[in-house]
Structures are given as C-alpha cells and as structure tokens.
C-alpha cells in the first residue's frame, strides 16, 4: 500500500493512503477525484485549497472528495474562491470562460459578469458595456460545475481582466460533518480598468454536500458572485451567486448555517454614462434522494429521470434506445416491462401502486435505479 505522509513539526501534519486523507493544522492543494475506504478529516484550522482552472478542458477547477465519514472541523476549510472557470483576459480571449462568460466590453465597455449555474450576470456599464453571461445547470439534479469567468473591461484593448468563478465542490458519504468550518465557492471580483473600464466579476461556483446523514454546525458555505471592477468610464457587471445543494436520504442536523449565495455588485462608472447592474442572487437546494432528478446508470446505461417521485408519469431519456428496461417491485417481483424506441419518451406508470420500484436493464435488479410512486 503506498503511503504519502508530511510531517511538519511545528505547524501540523498531512496524512494520505487509500483509507484515508487527515489534515491538521495544515494546507494542502487538490483537486480532481478522490476516493476513500474509510474517511477524510479536516482538522484544526486546516485548509483544502483547490487548483485553479487554467481554461483547457478538465483542466482542474473543482474536486469530488468520496468516503464513507467526511468531517471538515476546528475552523478549517475548503477553499475554492475564483479556482473555477477564469475571467476573460488578453486580447485573444476576452469573454469569460464557461458556459455562462461574460462578454467582453465592446469598443469602450465595462465587461459583463459571469453568469452560473446560478442566475445572469450583471451588465457592463458605458455604451458598449458587455451582456452578463446567463445561467445554466439544472437546480434540483445531482451535478455540480464550476462558476463562469467575467469579460474583459476594454477601450478597443483589453485594459483589464475578468474575474474567475467559483470552483466546483463535491462531498459524498455516509456521514459528512461540517463543524464550525468554512467553504468558500465563491467568484472573483473584476479588476479595475486602469481608470477608464472595469471588468465583470467572476460567478458564484457549486457545492454538493451528498450524503445519508448531514451534519453542520456552526458552517458557512459561500457561492457568492464577485464584484464588478470600478473604472472611470465604465464598471464592470457583478457575477451571479452560485449554487449549494444539500442532499440526504436519513437525516439533515443542522443549526447556526449561513448560506451566501448573492450576486456581486455592479462596478462604479461614470455617473452620465449607462450604469452597470448587479448579478442575479444564486440557488440553494436541499432535498431528500428521491426528489432528486438525476443522471442515472442502470446496467452501465446512462439515463436521466424525472419527475422523481411521480404520481404516475416519468420522462426518461437516453441515447441507448432501442432498450428495454425492467420495472422490479421492492420484494424483487417483475411489475412491468419498458421497450424504448426514441431517445426521449414519456412513461405512463399510473397502473402501479403507490410506493418504491426499481428500474433495471435485464431480468435481475442487480445496481437498479430506485424510483419512487406516490398515491
């Protein structure tokens, strides 16, 4: 088994095989997927920070973090502020990066803010002041992604840079604890355009907290948008707040939790000139498993369900079709069987009672998807 193990003497310690990652009292930068046996602990004003995006595709800018017991405690933190898609800069690249940039400003205009995931980003001030970028994502399925960058402030020339979004954060378990600790998702601020036009900030990113039990006390979680820049002439838009979903299936133990998902402020301009605005507030959604729509594997098919649950119809999409997909009851018997032509279809399930089914490709409801009926 390889162990990677750093010791600091004074100041604490990191610790990392495959059953466990422990910080204490130290910093340590990651990112990607990272998976263990038994558990991740933060402790004693310890600090994740993860790597920022650099704009080439899956390059950095969030981290999954899987195990069955994640405690983050004792002041530590998770830092992901302006690590997600970056602000618009240079002359080659101006918009925002991300789904939702900002656009740049036009020939003299503030930068427009990055829009999420969340909402839009705020406008560019000045004449030719950029368009906020505009949200995307779902709210109630079970993805996360990373905020989107705000345009470049320019004067026919970029002048100054966009703000970066937000990181994308996931933590899945049996047991997560947030215990007086912190985590910071949210966009960068837009830099001030050298006096003339300012740049649009960076949107709010995601966080997912998945899990059977949560648990947090005294937590912050930040997916705020960042600032528009001040400039002369024109400011910069503000970035859209973010996203934080919070998702269990046994139980939600929470008191003393602040969630910050506002949108950034519009930059200060020129009082004669078309203002800035400010990003849109960003979205928090807590729910139980079973409310989730999600992207779904059954028998190593990807599917996405939704509504779940359902009084008696479910749309199910799916690039395998033609398929056939298996409907199992909760004691394992054959209720009912599914031949899909199109891609997209909507499915009439109201001739089964009320309660937990499973879908599965195949006779056997081995690894199914568990769908839920209401009366």
């Known amino acids: 088994m390889k162990v990677i193990l750093y010791l600091s003497l004074l100041f604490g310690y990191i610790y990392e095989d495959s059953d466990s990652l422990i910080v204490y009292n130290d910093t340590l930068n990651i990112c990607g997927n990272h998976g263990y046996a038994i558990k991740v602990h933060i402790s004693d004003n310890a600090q994740l920070v993860i790597r920022q995006a650099t704009g080439a595709p899956d390059s950095t800018g969030w981290l999954h973090l899987f195990a069955p017991l994640i405690t983050i405690d004792d002041s530590s933190s998770i830092e992901g502020s302006g690590k997600g898609y970056r602000g618009g800069y240079m002359n080659s690249h101006p918009w925002g990066y991300g789904p939702g940039g900002g656009s740049a400003g036009g020939v003299s205009g503030g930068a427009g803010g990055g829009g999420a995931y969340g909402g839009n980003g705020g406008t560019g001030g000045d004449y030719y002041g950029g368009a906020g970028g505009t949200p995307y994502g779902d709210p109630t399925d079970t993805i996360v992604q990373m905020g989107s960058g705000g345009g470049a402030g320019r004067l026919s020339v970029v002048i100054s840079n966009g703000g970066h979004g937000g990181a994308a954060l996931s933590l899945r378990g049996s047991l997560v604890q947030l215990i007086s600790s912190l985590v910071k998702n949210s966009g960068q601020n837009g830099e001030t355009g050298a006096g003339l036009e300012a740049s649009g900030g960076g949107a709010g990113g995601g966080v997912i907290i998945w899990a059977d039990t949560v648990m947090m006390h005294t937590a912050t979680i930040e997916a705020a948008g960042g600032n528009g820049g001040d400039a002369a002439f024109g400011g ?21 939790v602040t969630y910050q998902v506002q949108g950034g402020t519009g930059g200060i301009g020129d009082p004669g000139l078309p203002g800035s605005t ?11 498993f079973t409310g989730i729509n999600e992207m779904v594997s059954v028998g190593g098919l990807i599917f996405h ?8 119809t479910v749309d199910i999409t799916t690039k395998a079709a033609p398929l056939t997909i298996k409907i199992f009851d909760i004691a394992g018997r054959l209720v009912n ?26 006779n056997s409801p081995t690894k199914p998807y568990k769908i839920v009926l209401l009366d």
């Open 278 to 288: 400010d990003g849109d507030t960003g979205t928090i959604h807590i729910d139980i």
């Open 305 to 312: 369900v939704q509504p779940n649950p359902t009084r008696g």
């Open 337 to 362: 069987s599914l031949y899909l032509v199109d891609e997209r279809e909507t499915v009439d399930l109201s001739n089964l009672r009320g309660g937990v089914y499973f879908m599965s490709v195949g």
């Open 236 to 256: 910069g838009g503000g970035g859209s707040g973010g996203r934080i979903k919070i998702l269990f299936s046994s139980s939600l133990d929470t008191s003393g």
